[in-house]
């Protein structure tokens, strides 16, 4: 790799000062006459200099570092949430750390140490586990704070992420119109993370209020132990006899939509007569044949809004309450939740 030419190469080049050099890097070119601007620009693309923003960041004070902590970079939704943020990042002129915690709690404390050694100007955190000390430590130093899909019991900032509520109230609605009366909600272990129990809660409260039928599946085992559930789920006998109530799935993510999508091809389920519905849009759910509807979550909204609020509470000089911002999710209706047969 070749040597990178140095401030002081550049002022020997230019016949100018090490300080004047500076000046110029720093935008401070008002302080030069044009003549040495010229000579400065020209000595840089010469020697082919780029000066070092991050340490240019530190001595002034300011880093232009903004960190993210992801719980699982495979998860669609944190990608795509991701783009967002670096691309508002990106428009204010900010850089971004992103760091995946794998969903481990101790790798999360790693990370969250290493933003602030790096001195980030503030923290965005879809959490893995309850960094509560850590980030209250890390926010009475100042640090603009944003939780992002996920709330923690005693840390108070803004949240961004889904209206949760109105995304169950969109599919129970949904499902009741097309004339399904039976319903299986699939999700991942709900203590987990809180967007898990909020949508649990929202499940089992709006059943009765749409005079459904329905229970719920925590998936925490094997493809096998999932499949043999849904199994027993669709082949059960109803009040009526057999197959009297039109019945569906109704999937608390796209990790879980993907699981049950493979345990229904399996079980050779015909999608339309068995409804399938799944939270979180992703790109082969308009591949499988009749397609699947989902609720797709505006997740370039998010993650700019993530930045909004991380710049809002850096400005503030008064501490303010904490706020949520809360995005309604977008039906995409497809052939797996249309009544068959």
């Given at each position: 790799m070749p040597r990178r030419a140095t401030i002081i190469e550049v002022a020997l080049e230019a016949g100018a000062s090490k300080t004047s050099v500076s000046r110029y890097f720093a935008g401070e070119r008002d302080k030069l006459s044009p003549a040495?601007?010229?000579?400065?620009?020209?000595?840089a693309l010469r020697l082919d200099y780029r000066p070092n923003q991050m340490a240019r960041g530190l001595k002034a004070g300011r880093s232009r570092l903004i960190?993210?902590?992801?719980?699982?970079?495979?998860?669609?939704?944190?990608v795509a949430v991701l783009h967002g943020v670096e691309r508002a990042?990106?428009?204010q002129g900010l850089s971004l750390l992103a760091c995946n915690?794998?969903?481990?709690?101790?790798?999360?404390?790693?990370?969250l140490a290493l933003m602030s050694s790096y001195?980030?100007?503030?923290?965005?955190?879809?959490?893995?586990?309850?960094?509560?000390?850590?980030?209250?430590?890390?926010?009475?130093q100042g640090l603009p704070l944003v939780l992002l899909d996920r709330e923690l019991g005693t840390v108070q900032a803004d949240l961004v992420g889904l209206d949760n509520a109105k995304a169950i109230d969109l599919a129970l609605d949904h499902l009741a119109?097309?004339?399904?009366?039976?319903?299986l909600y699939l999700s991942e272990p709900p203590e987990r993370a809180s967007p898990r129990r909020e949508r649990?809660?929202?499940?089992?409260?709006?059943?009765?209020?749409r005079r459904l039928a329905g229970e719920a599946y925590t998936m925490s085992g094997s493809d096998e132990e999932l499949q043999r559930a849904i199994e027993a789920f669709l082949t059960r006998s109803a009040p009526k006899g057999p197959g009297d109530l039109p019945r569906a799935l109704l999937?608390?993510?796209g990790a879980v939509t993907l699981a049950a999508t493979r345990a229904l091809q399996r079980l050779g389920a015909q999608l339309g007569k068995t409804g399938l519905m799944g939270i979180d849009e992703l790109d082969w759910c308009a591949l499988i044949d009749p397609g699947i509807t989902t609720l797709a979550q505006p997740t370039e909204a998010i993650g700019r809004q993530a930045v909004a609020s991380l710049l809002a509470n850096s400005v503030s000089q008064a501490a303010a309450e904490p706020r949520q911002h809360r995005f309604e999710p977008r039906l995409i209706a497809r052939g797996s939740t249309r009544l068959t047969g």
């Open positions: 040495l601007c010229e000579r400065i620009a020209a000595a960190g993210m902590l992801v719980a699982d970079i495979r998860n669609p939704f944190s990042c990106r428009e915690t794998d969903n481990d709690p101790e790798l999360e404390r790693t990370h001195q980030v100007e503030g923290l965005i955190i879809n959490a893995s586990g309850s960094p509560d000390t850590e980030l209250q430590a890390l926010t009475g119109e097309q004339g399904y009366a039976e319903l649990l809660a929202h499940f089992q409260a709006g059943l009765a209020t999937c608390a993510n």
